[in-house]
Structure formats: structure tokens, C-alpha cells
């Protein structure tokens, strides 16, 4: 008979009588990791952590019924994993007198076919590279509970859905955000990476939402779930926005978001003789033209000479014209805005330098911007937005061109510079920025 000499799920006990829900689940929290949860089950116990942060979030919007509910999912979770630890042989002491189980089979949401459960956030360390572009919650979870920086905390909100799968939810309605959570249904001829060009997203993460291998066709009509929300980075009355790392064009028309349209941009290799990363900078647009001719730029001729190729100059308009069937030329030397023949490379960096826009996003913006609109060029790989709620969120993306910012740097600076310092979860910032 194994001996239980470590007190370390006092949760268990009859302490939790005259205590609330809140002060059972930080407890529960605080004890598993102080018996090393953390290492032996670092999947389970962000899970669980998440879980806690969802019922921290309804009780900052003053929903009781629903923060009571995640409480007491989190007590449920901190009793299976510490019975979890138990089989494994963990050497603990447990007072099993007054147990929640009761409150928690009628209280706490399910996850059970045909049961949609709310927003619990979740996220393994293996998706993290996936989502890492994500918009993630950062407010902080209260002092009471200890942050724990051994471990990875999760980045973004996720929902449990009908067929218990993780996913994100789609309660973000602040003008300060774009893009939704939603399905897309699969139509002919698509593949992964074309999908996910046309939404704004990475092949990866889409295939990762969707529990796909990437190398397995799509079927016509298979269903996929997407997240493409992204916080918006800069506003205009009037004109165009263009942000690098997101890769992304944002449309304003009379001060609102018209449209926001992912896009290629700028090759972010450079060798000594040849640099295609797309310039920042404030721009008007100059000229359009519908079935333009391409006339080479010299650096691609020079690169087509090395490469043992023919030299072409220019490429009048039809299936092989790089520009596709609408250009807006910009007054930034060399910079046009068009459509492309090569779709399944939006949302990467591909270019020479040009914003490659898909197809069918293109035609309808070609209508809609005018000759002398104004326009700017950015980039920033962090930002930050505060809704209506107070609710906080980051979003991070990597310093596609090496310009060195300090990611870490730039999201401390963007939170001090807002007053946030002593509302975010700065290891959740930590974990997005790494």
C-alpha cells in the first residue's frame, strides 16, 4: 500500500464548505502546481489554467451564472488531474470529505455531443506556432493567483464546440478589430494554401484549427474552420493602410474599415545584389490601369541575366502578365498595387517588393479607389487594442524583415504607453512575444 505523506490537494477537503467558487478553483490551481502539475502534465494544466481565466473574464463582465459555471469546470478539472497524479504515483495526502462532485455534475458545462460549450480558452504548446498572429486576450488573471513562469500561458481564447474540438469564439464586435471566426466550405480546384490565402491566414494554422494533414487534398465541399481576426493597426479617414508583418491592406472609407484584404508583399530574403522587402512610407495613389502591360523593373532583369534566362522587358497583358487584370500604381518608386497569376501566394512574402492582391479581392477594389487617395505603407508587428469592456488583446507577429525592433521591447512600450501595465498578464505578452 502506498504511503500519502504530501498535502497537496487540500482542494479535496472540507475547507471548500464555507468557502466560494473563486477561492476553490485558485486554490485548486495554487496546489496542483505546488505538486508539480506544471511538469507532469504542462497540456492539462494550461488547459485548466484557461479554463479558470474564461470565469475571470465573464466575472469582469458581470456574469455570475457563467463565471460560476468555469469555476466550478475548473474545480472539476483540478479533481481529475489530481486523480490523474494519484494513478502515476505521486506521493500526496488526500482528505476526500466534502467534495464538489455533486455541484459540479449540475453546474459546471459539458462538452459532450450536441452540448455547445462558451468560450473556454484553450491551446497546447504545440499549436503555439500556429497561432502565434492570433488576437489574444492579455488581461491579467487576479493577484491572488500566481503567475508561473516555467510555463507556456495560453495565447489565444479558444471555444469548445459541439464535436469537442478547440476552436475560437466570435464574441468580438469592437470596430477595433476585423475579420471573423467562421466557416469555410471547400470548392473546386482548392487546396490548403490556396484556402488560406484567400481568408489571411497561414496554411499551417488552418490545417492545425482543422486537425488536417497538410499534405491530404481538400474534398469539394469539406468544411473548415477559420480565424481571421486581426486588430486593426492604423486608421484614415479616407485612403489605404498597408501593414507589413499582418499582411494586410486596410481600406477606410468617410473614417470607417471598408474592407481589409489580405496581401503578398516583399520577398523578406535579401542578398547582397538584390532587396525586394516592400518600403514603408506615406504614399498617393497615381495611376490605374485595367489589363496592364508589366514593364520589367531593371532589378528583375538583371536577376532573370544571372540566372541564365532570358531577359524580357515587358509582358503585355493575358495569362502570363504577373499584374494580373487591374494595377494602381503608387507614388512609391517601383510600388504598384495588383491582382496576381500566382494566388496561392497571398498572405506570404513572394513579391519584388509590389502588394499582390487575390483576384477576385482586387477587381472590386480597383472600383472603389480613386487617383490622388492617399495611402501609408507600415510596420508593426505588435499591436494592442482595449474594447469597449476593458478587455485587453495583443496581437504579434514575427520581424519579418530582421529591422530589429525588440518585439518585447515595442509590446512594453505600447502597454506602458496606454496605462496597462497593472492589468496584463505579462506572461501571456512574454510567451506571444517568444
Not at 163 to 177: A, C, G, R, V
Not at 266 to 278: F, H, I, P, V
Request: net charge positive; aromatic share 8%.
Amino acid at each position: 500500500m502506498r504511503m500519502l505523506v504530501v498535502s497537496a490537494f487540500i482542494f479535496l477537503t472540507s475547507t471548500f464548505a464555507n468557502a466560494d467558487l473563486r477561492n476553490e478553483a485558485i486554490i485548486a490551481i495554487s496546489e496542483l502546481r505546488g505538486a508539480g502539475g506544471i511538469h507532469k502534465m504542462p497540456d492539462e494544466m494550461l488547459s485548466m489554467d484557461t479554463t479558470f481565466i474564461a470565469a475571470e473574464q465573464y466575472l469582469q463582465l458581470n456574469d455570475r451564472e457563467k463565471s460560476d459555471r468555469y469555476y466550478l469546470l475548473t474545480i472539476q478539472k483540478a479533481r481529475v488531474l489530481a486523480t490523474i497524479l494519484l494513478e502515476r504515483g505521486t506521493e500526496i495526502s488526500v482528505n476526500t470529505n466534502d467534495q464538489p462532485q455533486d455541484r459540479l455534475q449540475s453546474s459546471a458545462p459539458s462538452a459532450s455531443p450536441g452540448h455547445s460549450v462558451s468560450p473556454i480558452p484553450v491551446v497546447t504548446p504545440e499549436s503555439a506556432p500556429y497561432i502565434q498572429a492570433v488576437v489574444s486576450p492579455i488581461t491579467t488573471p487576479p493577484s491572488t493567483v500566481q503567475q508561473d513562469e516555467t510555463r507556456s500561458p495560453p495565447a489565444t481564447e479558444q471555444t469548445a464546440s459541439d464535436d469537442d474540438t478547440d476552436y475560437f469564439p466570435n464574441d468580438l464586435t469592437s470596430e477595433k478589430f476585423v475579420g471573423n471566426v467562421n466557416t469555410y466550405i471547400v470548392r473546386k480546384n482548392d487546396s490548403l494554401r490556396l484556402v488560406a490565402a484567400k481568408l489571411g491566414v497561414a496554411p499551417n494554422q488552418l490545417a492545425h484549427i482543422n486537425q488536417l494533414d497538410p499534405k491530404v487534398s481538400l474534398k469539394f465541399g469539406q468544411k473548415l474552420k477559420y480565424n481571421n481576426r486581426k486588430i486593426v493597426p492604423q486608421r484614415m479617414k479616407n485612403g489605404i493602410v498597408i501593414n507589413i508583418p499582418d499582411r494586410t491592406l486596410y481600406y477606410f472609407k468617410q473614417g470607417k474599415l471598408a474592407v481589409s484584404i489580405p496581401v503578398a508583399l516583399g520577398a523578406a530574403n535579401r542578398s547582397e545584389k538584390y532587396n525586394w522587402k516592400t518600403p514603408t512610407g506615406k504614399f498617393r495613389i497615381i495611376g490605374k490601369q485595367k489589363n496592364p502591360t508589366w514593364y520589367v523593373p531593371f532589378s528583375i532583369q538583371s536577376k532573370m541575366e544571372d540566372d541564365g534566362k532570358e531577359v524580357i522587358t515587358s509582358v503585355p497583358p493575358g495569362p502570363s502578365n504577373p499584374l494580373g487584370k487591374y494595377a494602381i500604381k503608387t507614388s512609391l518608386p517601383g510600388i504598384m498595387i495588383h491582382s496576381t497569376t500566382k494566388p496561392g501566394s497571398i498572405y506570404s512574402f513572394a513579391s519584388h517588393g509590389c502588394i499582390r492582391v487575390y483576384p477576385e479581392d482586387m477587381e472590386g477594389l480597383f472600383k472603389e479607389i480613386k487617383i490622388n487617395m492617399l495611402g501609408e505603407i507600415i510596420y508593426r508587428p505588435v499591436k494592442l487594442a482595449v474594447t469597449e469592456e476593458g478587455r485587453i488583446f495583443m496581437e504579434v507577429h514575427k520581424d519579418a524583415y530582421s529591422k530589429n525592433m525588440g518585439l518585447d521591447t515595442e509590446a512594453r512600450r505600447l502597454i506602458e504607453k496606454q496605462n496597462l501595465s497593472d492589468r496584463v498578464n505579462w506572461a501571456k505578452v512574454k510567451i506571444m512575444i517568444k
